[in-house]
Nanobody, 123 residues
Framework: QVQLVESGGGLVQPGGSLRLSCAAS????????MSWVRQAPGKGLEWVSD????????YYADSVKGRFTISRDNAENMLYLEMNSLEIEDTAVYHC????????????????WGQGTQVTVSS
C-alpha cells in the first residue's frame, strides 16, 4: 500500500534552516507529482509547494517563495523540502502528499499523505 514517511523536522530559531525528507513506497513514485502541505496549530491545511513527476516544474506558495526549495530523487523514491530563513509563522506539521497524476499544481488534488513531521520555529 502507499506509504509516505516524513522526517527532518525539529526546533529551530528564526532565520534557521531545516531539510525535510519524505520516503515514498507502494506506488511508482516517478509517475506522480508530489506536494508539501502544512497545518499550523488551530488552522487548516495550507499548500506549500509542488513538483511534477519529472522534477522539471515546481510551484511555491507566496508565503514561502524564495525561502523554500522542493526537490525529488526518483531513483531513491524521495521527496525533499529545503527550508531557509525560517519564520515563526512557518511553525506547523509538514506533510508530503501524493497527487493523483504527473502534473503539479497549486490547488488540492492529493490522494495520499503522510503523518507529518513537526517544525517549530521559536527563539
Amino acid at each position: 500500500q502507499v506509504q509516505l514517511v516524513e522526517s527532518g523536522g525539529g526546533l529551530v530559531q528564526p532565520g534557521g534552516s531545516l531539510r525535510l525528507s519524505c520516503a515514498a513506497s507502494g506506488f511508482t513514485f516517478r509517475n506522480y507529482a508530489m506536494s508539501w502541505v502544512r497545518q499550523a496549530p488551530g488552522k487548516g491545511l495550507e499548500w506549500v509547494s509542488d513538483v511534477n513527476s519529472e522534477a522539471g516544474t515546481t510551484y511555491y506558495a507566496d508565503s514561502v517563495k524564495g525561502r523554500f526549495t522542493i526537490s525529488r530523487d526518483n531513483a531513491e523514491n524521495m521527496l525533499y523540502l529545503e527550508m531557509n530563513s525560517l519564520e515563526i509563522e512557518d511553525t506547523a506539521v509538514y506533510h508530503c502528499a501524493k497527487r493523483d497524476g504527473p502534473v503539479a499544481g497549486t490547488v488540492p488534488g492529493y490522494d495520499y499523505w503522510g503523518q507529518g513531521t513537526q517544525v517549530t520555529v521559536s527563539s
